[in-house]
C-alpha cells in the first residue's frame, strides 16, 4: 500500500513573496499570516513578502518559515483532501511536521520557533562560528577526518555527496582544507550566521527545553520523524527532550527519508519555499514521487493532475 510524507524545508530556503498567493487568495492562507502577526506582534506579511533584510535574519526567519509552511499545508489540505501518513522536516522543518502529526498547535509552534531563533542567534558572536558544504565525498570518510579536528562536527547528513560541517571557525576552515586533501570535490563556506547543528547550541537547545516546558505536546496523530534519531516518534514523551537536543545535534535527513522509504512511503511532498528536500530525494532514489507545493500555481496542477 502507497504512502504518502508531507516534508518541510528549513532555513536557508526563504525568499521575499513566499506564501503571498495563499494569503491573496485563500481564507485560510491569510488567517495563518495574521495569527502569526497577532502572536508576534509584528506584520508576518510585510516579512514574508517584502524585500527585507530581517527575513535573513534567524530570529525572524524561523517563525517566518514555519508560518509559511502551515499555511500552505492548510490550503493544500483543504483543496485536495490529501492527508500525509507520515510528516518530517529538515531543521527548522521539524516544527512544521509537528503541526502536521498533530503533535503542536500551529500557534505554539509559531511562537516557540521566534524563541527558537532568538535563542540561536544568541547563542555564538558572529564571527565565532561557521558551517561548510562538504560536495561528493562519501560521510564515513568525513567523519574520520573530523575525528582528528576539535571543535567541527557533522551538522547536516542531506544526502549522497552533501554533507555540512558545522563548528568554531577556525576549525571548520581547518576541515575544508584536510577534506579538500581526503578527495572532497568542493567544500563551500556557507553564508550562515552561527555554527548551527554543534556542540557549540548546546545551551540554546537547554534554553529551548525550558521555553518547550510551557509548550503543550500530544501524542502523534501520524508519526513524524525526528532530525536526531531518524526515526518515528508516536509517544509524546519523547517530542520535548528530542527538540531540545535537535539544535546541537546533526540533521540525519538522508537516514529521515531512507526511514521513509523502508516503510512504503512512495510520494514525498514538499510543502515551502523553493525544491531543496526534493533535490535531496532525487539523489536518494529515483523510485519515489516527489511533488512541489510552493505556490498557489502548483497546488492548483496537483488539484487538476491528482497525485
Not at 511536521?97 to 509559531?110: Q, S
Not at 524563541?115 to 561548510?132: D, F, K, W
Not at 567544500?187 to 555554527?195: D, Q, R, W
Amino acid at each position: 500500500m502507497s504512502k504518502i510524507a508531507f516534508i518541510f524545508p528549513g532555513q536557508g530556503a526563504q525568499k521575499a513573496g513566499m506564501g503571498k498567493d495563499f494569503y491573496e487568495q485563500t481564507n485560510i492562507g491569510k488567517e495563518v499570516f495574521d495569527k502569526a502577526s497577532e502572536l508576534l506582534g509584528f506584520s508576518m506579511p510585510e516579512l514574508c513578502f517584502t524585500e527585507n533584510d530581517r527575513l535573513d535574519i534567524t530570529e525572524y526567519t524561523q517563525a517566518a518559515m514555519v508560518t509559511a509552511g502551515i499555511a500552505m499545508m492548510k490550503v493544500l489540505t483543504e483543496r485536495t483532501g490529501i492527508k500525509p501518513d507520515v510528516a518530517a522536516g529538515l531543521s527548522l522543518g521539524e516544527y512544521c511536521a509537528l503541526v502536521a502529526a498533530g503533535v503542536m498547535g500551529e500557534a505554539d509552534a509559531i511562537t516557540t520557533v521566534r524563541q527558537r531563533g532568538i535563542l540561536m542567534q544568541e547563542a555564538v558572536p558572529v564571527g565565532v562560528g561557521a558551517m561548510a558544504a562538504i560536495l561528493a565525498l562519501d560521510a564515513s570518510k568525513i567523519e574520520e577526518v573530523l575525528e582528528g579536528i576539535e571543535g567541527v562536527q557533522i551538522a547536516n547528513y542531506n544526502c549522497p555527496g552533501q554533507i555540512v560541517i558545522s563548528g568554531l571557525k577556525e576549525a571548520v576552515e581547518e576541515a575544508c582544507v584536510k577534506l579538500k586533501e581526503a578527495g572532497a570535490k568542493r567544500t563551500v563556506l556557507l553564508n550562515v550566521s552561527g555554527p548551527f547543528h554543534s556542540n557549540m547550541l548546546t545551551g540554546a537547545g537547554e534554553k529551548l527545553g525550558e521555553v518547550l516546558e510551557h509548550v503543550e505536546v500530544h501524542t502523534p496523530v501520524i508519526p513524524y520523524v525526528a532530525n536526531v534519531t531518524a526515526q518515528y516518534v508516536t509517544n509524546a514523551e519523547d517530542v520535548k527532550p528530542l527538540l531540545t537536543k535537535q539544535v546541537s545535534s546533526s540533521v540525519r535527513w538522508q537516514q529521515s527519508v531512507e526511514t521513509m522509504l523502508a516503510d512504503g512511503v512512495d510520494t514525498f511532498i514538499e510543502i515551502g519555499p523553493g525544491k531543496t528536500l526534493s533535490a535531496f530525494i532525487k539523489k536518494i532514489t529515483r523510485d519515489v514521487k516527489v511533488i512541489n507545493i510552493d505556490s498557489m500555481e502548483a497546488l492548483n496542477a496537483l488539484v487538476e493532475n491528482g497525485l
